[in-house]
């Protein structure tokens, strides 16, 4: 698939921003469709307003797994914690 550059005009501070081919194709890659709304100054500060995302490492003995790991858990304000290694030894 063949991409081009767009730009998209922001609706919280009303600039252009420009969505360049290479950050569509690494949309395309991580399965994303939908395209920014926001530009990343915008995306930023509406992160910061939510609370952002936190990371936390947890070593961890899990009985379907072979031996100790440590888990990668991330959480967001008002949600639970995601064990993505759970998902990835099913």
């Keep these: ?12 501070c ?3 921003f420009t969505f360049t081919a290479g950050e ?5 890659s991580k399965g ?3 395209d920014p709304k926001r530009c990343p100054r915008c995306r930023r500060a509406k992160k910061q307003q939510r609370g952002g995302s936190h990371k ?3 070593p961890t003995a899990a009985p379907d797994l072979v031996g100790s790991t440590s888990l990668s858990l991330r ?3 008002g949600r639970g914690y995601l064990a ?6 099913c």
């Excluded at 698939?1 to 919280?12: G, R």
């Excluded at 569509?24 to 395309?28: G, S």
């Excluded at 993505?84 to 030894?89: E, K, L």
């Design 1 to 12: 698939m063949s991409f081009t550059d767009k730009s998209i005009l922001c609706p919280d």
């Design 32 to 34: 994303f469709t939908n």
């Design 56 to 58: 936390v490492v947890t």
């Design 24 to 28: 569509q194709e690494f949309y395309a």
């Design 84 to 89: 993505c290694v759970c998902y990835t030894a």
């Design 75 to 77: 959480t967001q304000i």
């Design 14 to 16: 009303g600039t252009t």
